[in-house]
C-alpha cells in the first residue's frame, strides 16, 4: 500500500515536472520561432552568401541563386585583394583597446558620483540621460561635426574640443611627443567619451544602489579611507556591472554607425557585392566574438558577487 | 561621580585665537579644506561636462533658427537674423513631414508595446520553468545582442521581400498563385520581429525582464497555484501588475531606440517616399558627407544649417517625452536593477 502511493507521487511529480517544462517552453514559444525564421535563418544565409560568388543582375532581378558553387573567393578578396578592409579592422580594434577601458572607468566615476547626494542631483542625471535618449551614432555624427561634412571639414572636425593650448605647454615642457599625442587625444575625445557612456552610466548607477551600505558602515568605523573603500569594497562588488558595461560597450562600438568595418560592410552591400558584404561582416564578428569571450573569461574570473 | 567624567560635562570653553575668532584643530581645518575642494572639484567637474553634452544641442539651436547661411566671424551664438528659412527647408525637403514623423510614431509606439509584451512572455518563462536545454536557449538570447543586425540584415532584405508567413503563403497561393507578400517598406518589417522578441535589442530586453522575475518572491505565485489559478493567468493577474516598472523601462527604452534607428529601418525602407524620420536625416547626412552633392565650402556650410536644424525636429518628440518622464526614465532603471 505504501509503495503504491510513493510510486503515485513520484509519477506525479514527474509529470508534474515535464508538465511545467511544456509550459515554460509555451512560455518561451514566440521568442523561439522569431530566433529560428528571423535570426538564425538569416544568419546562417548570410553565412552561406559569403561562400557564393554572386551574379549582379540574378540580385537586380530578385532570383535566388542557391545553385552557385562554394568559394573562398570572398574571404580571399577581403583578407589580401581588398585594400582597405584589413587596416579598418585594425584601426577601428585599436579605437576599441583604447576607447573600451576610457569610457568603462569614465562612466564608473561619474556614476560614482551621480550617487552621491549633492544639491542638483536631478538635473545632473538628467543631463547625463541625454546621451541615452539621443542614442543614435548618425544623429550624433551630426551634432558633433556641426552637420559639415566630413569631406569638406576634414580630420579636424572628429575632434569638437581641440585643446591646442595644452599641447603647447607639454611640449614646452619637453615630454615625450607619445606621451603628448595620448593625453591631447584623449582629452579632445571628451566628447566621444561623455556621448557614449550614457547607459554604462546608468549600469554602474543601478549596480551601486546594489552594494549593501552596511559594508560602508563597517569600512568607516574600521578607519579606511574614501580610496581604500572604493577599492577594496565598490570595485570588486561592481565586478558583474563592470563585466556588462565592458561588453555593452564593445558590442556598441562595434554597431556604432561610424564604425568604419561598417562603412566598408555597407559600401560593399551598396556595390551589390553581396558576398563580400557578408564576408566582410563575418570576419569582423568573429574578431569581436573572440574578444568578447577573452573579455568574459578574464573578468569573469575575478568577478565577485553578493550572495544574496 | 568621580572627577573625570564631572570634568567632561562641564561646557567646554571655545578656544579663541589672538584675533579673537574660534581656533580648530588641524585635522579638522585640513578636512574640512579637503571637503570643500572636492565640492567645488565637482561642481566644476559637472559644469564642464554639462558644457560638452549640451554644446552641440545648443550650437543646432544656435544655427537652425538662423537666417544667414553665411555667418560673420562675429556671430557664435545668437544668430544676427532669426528666421524660419532652414527649418521650412528641413521640414519639407531633406524630413517630408509630417508623413515621416507619423509613421516614425506608428512604428516605434506599435513595436515598442509588442516587445514589451513578447519579452515580458519569454523573460518569464526563461525565469520561472525549468526545461530541457533552458541555459542553451538563454545563451542564444545573449548571443542575439552580441551578433551585430548588420550581419543578417541582407539576408532579411530577401526574407522580407518575399515573405512567406512561416508557410502560410504557400497555402494560399494554391488559391491565388499571384499571392506575394512584400514586407519591405511597410511597418510589419519592424513590426514582426518586435512581436517574436527578435526586434531592436529584443534580447536584451528578454535579459532585463528575466532577471526582474527571477528577483520576485515565489510565494505570491505559490499562492495563486494553490488557490486553483492556471500558469497563464497567473502571469496576468499576478506576475503582470507587479511588473509594471521593469515594462515601463523596456517600453521608454525599445520606443527611443526605434525612434532614433537607422541602421535596420533605413534597410527594411529602401524605396519608400515617406521614410522614418531618423532614416531621412541620416540619408541626408550621408548625402553631404560623400562629397556628391556638396562640391563647395559654401554649399556644403549652407547643408550644414539645415541638417542641423534637421536634427532638432527628429529629437525635439523624444525630449518631449524625456521632459515629462524623466522621472520615470530615471527612477525605472534603479528599479529593475538590471545587474549581472
Known amino acids: 500500500m505504501a509503495k503504491a502511493t510513493t510510486k503515485t507521487k513520484k509519477k506525479r511529480k514527474a509529470s508534474l515536472a515535464s508538465r511545467n517544462a511544456r509550459i515554460g517552453f509555451l512560455f518561451i514559444l514566440p521568442w523561439i520561432i522569431g530566433f529560428a525564421v528571423l535570426f538564425l535563418y538569416p544568419a546562417l544565409q548570410s553565412l552561406k552568401y559569403s561562400f557564393m560568388n554572386w551574379d549582379k543582375d540574378a540580385i537586380l532581378n530578385l532570383k535566388g541563386q542557391s545553385d552557385a558553387a562554394f568559394t573562398l573567393a570572398n574571404y580571399e578578396y577581403a583578407l589580401t585583394g581588398d585594400a582597405t578592409y584589413i587596416r579598418d579592422v585594425v584601426s577601428s580594434l585599436g579605437t576599441m583597446v583604447y576607447e573600451v577601458p576610457l569610457i568603462t572607468f569614465f562612466s564608473m566615476f561619474i556614476a560614482g558620483l551621480l550617487n552621491q547626494k549633492f544639491a542638483g542631483r536631478t538635473i545632473a542625471r538628467m543631463l547625463f540621460f541625454l546621451p541615452v535618449i539621443i542614442a543614435s551614432g548618425g544623429i550624433i555624427s551630426i551634432l558633433q561635426s556641426g552637420g559639415m561634412s566630413t569631406s569638406i571639414g576634414g580630420e579636424e572636425s572628429i575632434y569638437m574640443f581641440k585643446t591646442t593650448a595644452m599641447e603647447d605647454v607639454l611640449v614646452s615642457t619637453g615630454i615625450s611627443q607619445d606621451i603628448i599625442n595620448f593625453l591631447t587625444t584623449t582629452v579632445s575625445k571628451i566628447f566621444d567619451i561623455t556621448w557614449k557612456s550614457g547607459i554604462q552610466i546608468l549600469l554602474f548607477l543601478s549596480g551601486l544602489q546594489g552594494v549593501p551600505s552596511s559594508y560602508y558602515e563597517v569600512s568607516s568605523m574600521e578607519g579606511a579611507t574614501a580610496w581604500e573603500e572604493f577599492w577594496k569594497i565598490t570595485f570588486p562588488l561592481l565586478s558583474p556591472t563592470t563585466l556588462i558595461a565592458v561588453v555593452y560597450t564593445i558590442v556598441d562600438s562595434f554597431t556604432d554607425y561610424r564604425n568604419v568595418v561598417m562603412k566598408d560592410i555597407q559600401t560593399a552591400y551598396g556595390a551589390l557585392e553581396l558576398g563580400r558584404s557578408a564576408a566582410y561582416s563575418w570576419i569582423y564578428f568573429v574578431i569581436i566574438g573572440i574578444i568578447i569571450f577573452l573579455v568574459n573569461k578574464i573578468i569573469f574570473s575575478k568577478t565577485v558577487y553578493i550572495e544574496e | ?340
Not at chain 2, 518569464?124 to 530541457?132: D, L, P, S
Request: glycine fraction near 6%; charged fraction near 15%.
Open chain 2, 1 to 340: 561621580m568621580d572627577k573625570s567624567v564631572k570634568e567632561r560635562m562641564k561646557p567646554q570653553k571655545i578656544k579663541k585665537n589672538k584675533f579673537g575668532l574660534q581656533k580648530f584643530s588641524k585635522s579638522y581645518v585640513f578636512k574640512e579644506l579637503a571637503k570643500w575642494a572636492y565640492i567645488i572639484f565637482r561642481t566644476f567637474l559637472f559644469i564642464g561636462l554639462a558644457y560638452v553634452i549640451l554644446y552641440p544641442l545648443l550650437t543646432a539651436l544656435s544655427k537652425a533658427f538662423s537666417e544667414d547661411y553665411m555667418a560673420s566671424a562675429t556671430v557664435e551664438w545668437i544668430p544676427k537674423n532669426f528666421g524660419m528659412t532652414n527649418m521650412k527647408i528641413a521640414w519639407s525637403t531633406y524630413l517630408n513631414m509630417p508623413d515621416s514623423m507619423f509613421l516614425s510614431i506608428r512604428l516605434s509606439l506599435v513595436a515598442a508595446i509588442l516587445q514589451v509584451v513578447t519579452s515580458a512572455i519569454v523573460g518569464y518563462g526563461f525565469a520561472r520553468y525549468k526545461f530541457k536545454g533552458r541555459e542553451l536557449l538563454f545563451s542564444l538570447v545573449i548571443l542575439s545582442i552580441i551578433v551585430p543586425p548588420q550581419t543578417y540584415l541582407i539576408p532579411m532584405y530577401i526574407i522580407y521581400r518575399r515573405f512567406h508567413w512561416f508557410g502560410l503563403s504557400y497555402l494560399i497561393q494554391l488559391f491565388a498563385p499571384n499571392f506575394e507578400s512584400n514586407l519591405l517598406n511597410t511597418e510589419w518589417s519592424m513590426w514582426l520581429p518586435a512581436m517574436l522578441g527578435v526586434g531592436l535589442r529584443g534580447g536584451l530586453f528578454i535579459y532585463i525582464f528575466r532577471q526582474f522575475f527571477r528577483g520576485m518572491p515565489k510565494d505570491l505565485e505559490e499562492a495563486a497555484w494553490i488557490d486553483g489559478c492556471g500558469p497563464f493567468s497567473t502571469f496576468v493577474r499576478i506576475m503582470v501588475p507587479n511588473a509594471l516598472s521593469a515594462a515601463l523601462t523596456v517600453f521608454l527604452f525599445s520606443l527611443v531606440w526605434h525612434w532614433n534607428d537607422y541602421t535596420v529601418a533605413g534597410m527594411m525602407f529602401p524605396t519608400a517616399d515617406v521614410r522614418p524620420i531618423s532614416v531621412m536625416l541620416i540619408t541626408q547626412s550621408a548625402k553631404a558627407a560623400n562629397g556628391s552633392l556638396y562640391t563647395s565650402l559654401s554649399a556644403d556650410i549652407n547643408n550644414s544649417f539645415i541638417l542641423n536644424a534637421a536634427v532638432l525636429i527628429v529629437i525635439t518628440p523624444v525630449l518631449v517625452l524625456f521632459g515629462f518622464l524623466q522621472k520615470y526614465f530615471i527612477e525605472s532603471v534603479d528599479r529593475v536593477g538590471i545587474k549581472g
